[in-house]
């Protein structure tokens, strides 16, 4: 739901979530007590660029990183 996207959102935007450009991926790093107890440990979350060019915004760095 919109609801559920907008407070992911607000995760990246706090800095809860590190997102770094890959060369064939958007990386998605979550630190302990994010997503999980301590004991968990941290994320690592691999989105590959096609998986999200249908979203990303037309002429965006994602958008170009997408076409390769």
């Not at 935007?13 to 004991?39: K, M, N």
């Amino acid at each position: 739901s919109g609801a559920f996207v907008a407070e992911g959102l607000g995760a990246i935007r706090e800095g809860y979530l590190d997102l770094t450009l890959g060369a064939d991926s958007l990386d998605i790093h979550v630190g302990p007590y994010e997503l999980a107890p301590y004991a968990a440990g941290t994320f690592d979350v691999r989105v590959p660029y096609e998986s999200i060019a249908p979203f990303v915004r037309v002429g965006s760095v994602l958008a170009l990183l997408a076409k390769r």
